[in-house]
């Protein structure tokens, strides 16, 4: 029982990280039906909610099964670290080009998970011409990330962002063992056979075959892990993001007068603020301030010593050393 991914040899060294804002996209209309899914989100549906009543999501719910197969082609895996939504959702508008028989058998196999869904006006509609329904279901998503997604993207894509840097660092430092260790509790990992197994009712057994695994966090995933593709796409594992559970607060409170006096107000806000990795742009946004002034405070911290980066993609995260934690949160650093 369960869901198991085999490694040989070469997918050891393949497994990578991803953000994808077509996914979240995705579970955002996913959660909109998932009661289970809202405690998190409560913040987020109050916002959405009169933007989310002026769509017609039921084409998209119709192929999104409580449990079963979701089309594939409707969410390719992303073929870099971060690409942009735009450039995702033009990937799935050509997915008839090659082959629109497997788009059908996709939507067919997706239909068929919900009882009555195939033989519905809209699901008929749908197999009786792919290409069309292509083309409907992605300018519906066009329109559920403009409503939906597209203006808390800069909390969202930070969270993610902040969450692939820390379990990077996890890889680095103990390998698959200690990164699968921390993504999921349904996650269990057999070194000697180099298996990962998601637990969960039916079984699925896929050899990665060389691909590798692409690890993607998501904020709207919660409390699932999904594990999937069928062959030939890349072999992906979605989990939730660390930190969800503050996503939505309130941003942090102005810094300490004494930490003011220490450094200034200014780098005294922005070290405050680095509760999580962010970029330069995002702190910015966060705290109202010029970007280039920030960045500025950005490099006196770093050169203090209070501040570390790491490059994801085109964008350098910035986060506090232990020294930056201790005077950011007046806790004395490790020994």
Not at 54 to 66: G, T, V
Request: overall charge neutral.
């Amino acid at each position: 029982m369960g869901f198991h991914f085999r490694f040989g040899a070469a997918d050891l060294l393949r497994c990578r990280f991803a953000v994808s804002p077509r996914w979240e996209v995705q579970e955002a209309v996913r959660t909109l039906r998932r009661p289970r899914r809202h405690a998190h989100h409560l913040p987020w549906l109050r916002r959405i909610r009169a933007a989310a009543e002026e769509l017609d999501l039921r084409p998209l719910w119709l192929l999104m099964p409580r449990a079963g197969h979701n089309p594939d082609f409707l969410s390719p895996p992303p073929l870099g670290p971060s690409a942009a939504f735009e450039e995702e959702l033009a990937r799935v508008r050509t997915a008839c080009d090659a082959d629109p028989e497997a788009v059908r058998e996709d939507l067919r196999r997706a239909l068929e998970c919900t009882p009555g869904a195939a033989g519905s006006d809209l699901g008929l509609r749908m197999l009786a011409d792919p290409r069309r329904a292509v083309r409907e279901l992605c300018d519906l998503y066009e329109q559920a990330w403009g409503a939906l997604v597209a203006p808390h993207w800069p909390r969202l894509r930070h969270l993610l962002e902040a969450d692939v840097l820390f379990h990077s660092r996890r890889l680095a430092a103990g390998g698959l063992e200690a990164l699968f260790d921390g993504l999921h509790p349904d996650l269990a990992w057999a070194e000697d056979t180099a298996t990962l197994s998601i637990r969960r009712p039916g079984h699925h057994d896929r050899s990665l075959c060389g691909q590798g695994l692409l690890l993607m966090p998501s904020a709207f995933v919660w409390p699932d892990v999904v594990g999937g593709y069928d062959p030939p796409w890349q072999p992906t594992l979605v989990y939730p993001a660390r930190g969800i559970g503050a996503l939505w607060s309130a941003p942090a409170g102005p810094a300490p007068q004494a930490l003011a006096r220490l450094l200034g107000r200014g780098r005294a806000q922005v070290l405050t603020a680095l509760e999580e990795p962010a970029a330069t742009t995002e702190l910015a946004a966060r705290l109202g301030l010029a970007p280039a002034t920030v960045s500025e405070h950005l490099k006196a911290l770093h050169g203090a010593g209070l501040l570390v980066s790491a490059r994801h993609g085109h964008r350098v995260l910035y986060e506090r050393t232990p020294l930056g934690i201790a005077l950011a949160t007046g806790t004395p650093p490790p020994a």
